[in-house]
């Protein structure tokens, strides 16, 4: 327990769980139960991409290595995952290409920053500019997924009322894996020898280094574990959420990914609450959209999501305090 | 029986062009303290930094309990025993006590790690050394001693034979130093050999066995406290007679030229931290503000420059009110500033040491006409500086941080005493630098008092307030609590009132 708990901020999260489920319950009495369903699963389906980016960025940046890349990284698996489960008419070899893709970009990412020392933010940039001009110049029309996911509904949790059909039926694979990932990298970021280790590079790098343990093998191994998460969301995106690639698919995913890391203070509890929330945000506007809201420009109900999770974020994020060591890359013989 | 524990052999590690170790070879024994005592760059820090694995050196062997350790791996020296404490500290924040100490060796279950395991095992090691230590508070939170002590016991738990202690003392309280000397009798009485690295003599006699000098990165004597002294000791250090006792005039006090009513300020934490306090200072003498480090020094010191907003009451300069003026209009109305962290506050580490020589008053003429800066006359102005403060560097157009951290204070001093103020306020002059230095930045501070300027000397170094103050302040809990004549004075009274006792 003792210091993961402390620096766990149960006002954050709790605040936000609180005021998402809040705006869940009116819901669910204003409106029909169909309809509450329906913008649920959708705000989990527009949460969940957002959420698995933003465990990229918190497996990079708690090692001390910043990645603006996740967007370039999302791009190009997407892009290699589509096009291999197109070719080769199998969605589960495109999943794996789109993983592998994530692996390979985060390690140039990780061999500028961390071994030769470049500019964080600069390796970031390129990788973002190489996968969109590479996915728009060899992207060509007409290709598409041969066959599609199977659906699952989870046991026992899909039978809760209200909230089961909404959150833990009709899932995708990828969607139901998320949901275990993003627990999973809390629990090994905080509880396991691998999450400590993580944490004093990300920190203090002088300290993790005096203690043997190696900073660059460690720092190296997180920005591609963060990769092959990377992969995964853009695999994800491409092969089951939306079914096909398009030019610049990812249109910010990746930043905003980021704003949701910092929101949710580099825990990926935090993240994932965040992610939630501004997911749930998306679907109202989409649903006030259907429902036809013809007295107000339809511009202002597209930014919604975004002003909503602004307010709701900003009130509730305080003082935020990103891991000390990252941006910074580490040299040995400082003297 | 063999009792040698660490053998070094002809030892050299070159920095660009500088030898940081000529060719040393040193031996430490089982349960033997052994002081390695020099200036700043004379080599002390790269020669244990090489025992550890941190530097990699260019040549020699080093031999721990008869086998040769591989050069440059920290992870090699950790497993032959070694373990080392760094001047600035290797800990993570925030992180706990007990995280801090099992980083890297972990009791764990499968992945998971046991907290109650390793809490049981800092309960154990502080008892053991009788190091005692909350394992779940977070180490931000701790002062510096007990911060200090985390990292002691992280390198115990590692079943250390060779403790290698980089300037332990430096950021320490007078009391927390003698716990800590008290510490490292213990554990060379269990069996541990200790290498202790300072430039303070005093502990130095008060703990080591045997003394190893080093300068100009060459070991240039041994001796024993026994059969040293004070002087002693420092003239091989630094190669020539130091003079303890500073030529001292009497001072000649006038006006008041600083007064503070009634003075409250907050820290960074927003807690009140300087309470209510009065004082006034005359020219013509040095006042020196004595007190344990956290009881209001900073903050008044940031206070009266301008530097941190007060809360209520005031201060005055020359008699003009000065309270809630910028740093700029107080420099302007005569106050010079040493800062404490000359790195921070002092410097601007990118620029050229004649860029820095030069940082308050580039902007008047002769340095500028209008907005034109004349760089020849920062040049020029900046060449005779280095050469009257004798700052150590072939060249004024070298970065500021190419030079060590007395050469940087130099800088300081040179730049803030060179101009025609009123008062001088200066804190922790001579915080880790050498002897050298210190001698030469004492001389300034008092010719300055001499001319007739004020000087306001805050610092932790209870030496340097006695041997330099005209009057001692003695500060503890945002007050003056005592105002003491340095001629009647003994170290303990003085000692007794920092630490809150009332007189």
């Given at each position: 327990m003792l210091n993961t708990i402390k620096s766990f901020n149960f006002k954050s999260w709790k605040f936000l769980l609180s005021v998402a489920t809040f705006a869940l319950w009116i819901y669910c009495y204003a409106a029909n139960m169909d309809i509450t369903n329906s913008v649920v699963a959708s705000g989990m389906r527009f949460g969940m991409p957002l959420a698995l980016a933003s465990m990229v960025g918190i497996m990079c940046e708690r090692s001390g290595v910043i990645n603006i890349g996740i967007e370039g990284t999302m791009l190009l698996s997407g892009f290699t995952g589509f096009y291999v489960a197109s070719y080769s008419k199998n969605i589960v070899i495109g999943l794996v290409i789109a993983i592998l893709t994530g692996v390979l970009t985060s390690f140039v990412h990780a061999m500028m920053?961390?071994?030769?020392?470049?500019?964080q933010i600069i390796a970031g940039t390129i990788i973002n500019i190489l996968a969109s001009g590479l996915t728009s110049f060899l992207y060509r029309e007409g290709s598409t997924v041969p066959n599609t996911w199977p659906i699952f509904d989870i046991p026992i949790l899909s039978k809760i009322p209200l909230l089961g059909a909404s959150?833990?039926?009709?899932?995708?694979p990828i969607q139901l894996f998320g949901m275990f990932l993003i627990p999973g990298i809390w629990v090994m970021m905080n509880k396991t020898r691998w999450g400590l280790r993580t944490r004093s590079v990300g920190e203090n790098p002088g300290a993790a280094d005096t203690a043997g343990i190696n900073v660059i093998r460690m720092r190296m191994t997180n920005v591609m574990i963060g990769g092959a998460i990377g992969g995964l969301v853009g695999g994800f995106i491409c092969l089951e959420l939306v079914g096909s690639f398009s030019k610049?698919?990812?249109?910010?995913t990746g930043f905003t990914a980021l704003a949701l890391m910092i929101f949710g203070r580099w825990n990926p509890l935090g993240a994932f609450a965040a992610a939630i929330l501004f997911g749930l945000a998306q679907a109202l506007a989409t649903q006030l959209q259907i429902f036809g809201v013809n007295n107000v420009p339809n511009q202002f109900i597209t930014i919604l999501p975004y002003v909503f999770t602004i307010l709701v974020l900003a009130f509730s994020a305080g003082k935020v305090r990103p891991p000390a060591a990252a941006g910074k890359p580490y040299e040995k013989e400082q003297s | 029986m063999d009792t040698t524990l660490l053998r070094i052999e002809n030892l050299s590690k070159t920095f660009a062009t500088v030898k940081a170790n000529d060719n040393i070879s040193l031996e430490v024994n089982k349960g033997e303290v052994v002081a390695l005592l020099g200036e700043n760059g004379a080599g002390k820090s790269t020669l244990v930094k090489s025992v550890f694995g941190l530097v990699k050196p260019d040549s020699g062997t080093i031999t721990i309990k008869g086998e040769v350790i591989e050069a440059g791996d920290t992870a090699a020296a950790i497993r032959h025993g070694i373990g080392m404490v760094h001047q600035h500290f290797q800990l993570v924040p925030v992180m706990s006590v007990a995280e801090n100490i099992i980083l890297g060796d972990e009791p764990h279950k499968g992945a998971f790690i046991s907290y109650a395991e390793a809490r049981e095992s800092v309960k154990e090691l502080s008892d053991k050394f009788g190091l005692d230590i909350d394992p779940d508070a977070i180490v931000e939170d701790l002062p510096v001693g007990l911060q200090q002590r985390v990292e002691i016991l992280k390198a115990l738990r590692k079943n250390v034979d060779l403790l290698i202690l980089d300037e332990p003392t430096a950021v320490l309280t007078p009391q927390e130093i003698e716990e800590l000397l008290q510490v490292i009798r213990n554990l060379s009485s269990q069996g541990v050999g200790i290498i202790f690295i300072t430039h303070k003599l005093r502990e130095v006699l008060a703990v080591a066995d045997r003394i190893v000098v080093l300068r100009n990165g060459k070991s240039v004597g041994t001796a024993t406290p026994k059969e040293s002294t004070e002087s002693s000791l420092a003239q091989l250090m630094i190669g020539r007679e130091v003079i303890f006792r500073l030529d001292k005039k009497e001072a000649k006090p006038g006006a008041v030229v600083l007064e503070i009513e009634d003075l409250y300020v907050k820290d960074d934490r927003k807690l009140m931290s300087v309470n209510g306090l009065s004082l006034s200072l005359h020219a013509g003498e040095i006042l020196g503000v004595a007190g344990v480090e956290g009881n209001g020094q900073r903050e008044l010191v940031e206070a009266l420059t301008g530097m941190r907003p007060t809360v209520k009451g005031s201060f005055s300069i020359l008699g003009e009110v000065a309270t809630g003026k910028n740093p700029r209009a107080i420099h302007t109305m005569g106050v010079s500033h040493v800062p404490e962290d000359r790195e921070k506050d002092?410097?601007?580490?990118?620029?050229s040491i004649d860029e820095n020589l030069v940082l308050n008053q580039y902007k008047n003429p002769p340095f500028a006409k209008g907005w034109i800066r004349n760089i020849a006359a920062v040049n020029s102005y900046a060449e005779k500086m280095i050469e009257k403060f004798d700052v150590r560097t072939p060249s004024g157009k070298y970065p500021i941080n190419s030079l060590s951290g007395g050469n940087k204070q130099k800088v300081v001093i040179a730049r803030e005493m060179s101009q025609d103020s009123k008062i001088i306020i200066a804190s922790q002059p001579t915080r880790g630098i050498d002897i050298g230095s210190i001698e030469f930045i004492h001389n300034q501070l008092l010719a300055s008092r001499d001319s007739g300027v004020a000087v306001l000397l805050v610092s932790a170094e209870l030496d340097e307030i006695l041997s330099i103050s005209d009057r001692i302040a003695v500060m503890y809990g945002g007050k003056i609590v005592a105002i003491l004549d340095?001629?009647?004075?003994?170290r303990t009274q003085i000692g007794r009132l920092m630490a809150g006792a009332t007189q």
């Open positions: 920053t961390i071994k030769w020392g470049m500019d959150l833990f039926s009709q899932l995708g610049d698919f990812t249109a910010g | 002092g410097l601007i580490a990118t620029l340095p001629h009647d004075v003994d």
